[in-house]
T-cell receptor, first 111, second 114 residues
């Protein structure tokens, strides 16, 4: 079946360092992926998306990389700030046209 | 404010109570969703509405009853819930039910069943 998995439940980084959050997906036919950020007490917020015809997309301080060969997605956050502390979810648009979410990675930023 | 508003933010209810969760979106989207978020679990899709018609019920127990009177409003009616139903209930909307432009989420209703 389709699944989206996250390699690490918690990632701790020093303020100012770069963060990399990884995600694996199982459906090679998926063609749309999204990263969401969820802060405490809030719903998931869109960060960045990528379609399968691309392997890299950049936003403000964030970059998403897509490796279709190994079905791997990553989110890179440059110069991580305390405000980046949150749970990050990857989501995959499956063959049923519904977003399938991973279980999330908690990012902790150390001062 | 994301454009998707959920009320109430917090709700405590007994197992014999009846309550309703409300979701309203101001984005002109045509599809709306209810998700359940429990601790340490992926977001679980409950219901999908497209142009106010239910298109998906993901094997949700009948003690959860959705209602979508129009494309902008979505309700989740609750009755005789169990303690394991305690969770964050998230509403989301999207331009279309294919999800090809992503979902916009509300802030959720934190439900506690006692």
């Amino acid at each position: 079946g389709e699944s989206v998995g996250l390699h690490l439940p918690t990632l701790s980084v020093q303020e100012g360092d770069n963060s990399i959050i990884n995600c694996a997906y199982s459906n090679s036919a998926s063609d749309y992926f999204i990263w969401y950020k969820q802060e405490s007490g809030k719903g998931p917020q869109f960060i960045i998306d990528i379609r399968s015809n691309m392997d890299k997309r950049q936003g403000q301080r964030v970059t998403v990389l897509l490796n279709k060969t190994v079905k791997h997605l990553s989110l890179q956050i440059a110069a991580t700030q305390p405000g980046d502390s949150a749970v990050y979810f990857c989501a995959e648009l499956g063959s049923s046209y519904k977003l399938i979410f991973g279980s999330g990675t908690r990012l902790l930023v150390r001062p | 404010e994301t454009g998707v508003t959920q009320t109430p933010r917090h709700l405590v209810m007994g197992m014999t109570n009846k309550k309703s969760l409300k979701c309203e979106q101001h984005l002109g989207h045509n599809a709306m969703y209810w998700y359940k978020q429990s601790a340490k679990k992926p977001l679980e899709l409950m219901f999908v509405y497209n142009f106010k018609e239910q298109t998906e019920n993901n094997s949700v127990p009948s003690r959860f009853s959705p209602e979508c009177p129009n494309s902008s409003h979505l309700f989740l009616h609750l009755h005789t819930l169990q303690p394991e139903d305690s969770a964050l209930y998230l509403c989301a909307s999207s331009q279309e039910a294919t999800g090809r432009y992503g979902y916009t989420f509300g802030s959720g209703t934190r439900l506690t069943v006692v």
